[in-house]
């Protein structure tokens, strides 16, 4: 069985202000992690993955990721947050011999001036 | 080139009538994912279908809904005698490989009268 969990609802962060959004996986075998983000009445926006290699994944917008095997975690930060950042963030994980994707509750992130 | 798109992009429906929803994936596509997203609620997988496998039901939340895929590229989500509760956000996605990033459409928004 997979699992993935995104332990916040909401995170909140000032525009400027660096943004991290959490999520854990479980998994058997080797994790394939990815990180969605949905803005309002749209579908979901692929930003980046994980499939083997650096830790530090880079993706679009600016967001990066970083993959923690020992504490099998999977978060995402950018450095300075913008306010059209403001959007619903998904994490999802799949294990390498099945196709289905396990995505978490989403994280709705919201961004100030 | 084109992304997936789906189609309707509303559909507003009877209680106990059965609606049809449609998926176009990206052109060389062989894996297509249908999810559903309740109000609030993260992304519940449904089935998908990888190239010419039978292909993965068990996502399926009763015996009303059923989806085929014809030719191995449009795909048809059909939910039968519709409940209230059916009313959700129905996303589409589609992947290289079903290893590979999937890629969703806008989904169409069912309500459920």
């Known amino acids: 069985a997979q699992s993935v969990a995104q332990p916040e609802d909401q995170v909140n962060v000032a525009e400027g202000n660096p943004l991290t959004v959490k999520c854990t996986y479980s998994v058997s075998g080797n994790p394939y992690l990815f990180w969605y983000v949905q803005y309002p009445n749209r579908g979901l926006q692929f930003l980046l993955k994980?499939?083997?290699?650096?830790?530090l994944v880079k993706g679009s917008y600016g967001f990066e990721a970083e993959f923690n095997k020992s504490q099998t975690s999977f978060h995402l930060k950018k450095p300075s947050a913008l306010v059209s950042d403001s959007a619903l963030y998904f994490c999802?994980?799949?294990?390498?011999?099945?196709?289905?994707?396990?995505f978490g509750a989403g994280t709705q992130v919201v961004v100030t001036p | 080139g084109a992304g997936v798109s789906q189609s309707p992009s509303n559909k507003v429906t009877e209680k106990g009538k059965d609606v049809e929803l449609r998926c176009d994936p990206i052109s060389g596509h062989t894996a297509l994912y249908w999810y559903r997203q309740s109000l609030g609620q993260g992304l519940e997988f449904l089935i998908y279908?990888?190239?010419?496998?039978?292909?993965?039901k068990s996502g399926l939340p009763s015996d009303r809904f059923s989806a085929e895929r014809t030719g191995g590229s449009v795909s048809t989500l059909t939910i039968q005698r519709t409940q209230q509760e059916d009313s959700a956000v129905y996303l589409c996605?589609?992947?290289?490989?079903?290893?590979?990033?999937?890629?969703f459409g806008p989904g169409t928004r069912l309500l459920v009268l």
């Open positions: 996605a589609s992947s290289l490989e079903v290893l590979e990033t999937q890629y």
């Open positions: 279908f990888q190239g010419n496998s039978a292909p993965d």
């Open positions: 999802a994980v799949r294990a390498l011999s099945w196709g289905k994707f396990q």
């Open positions: 994980y499939i083997t290699g650096d830790n």
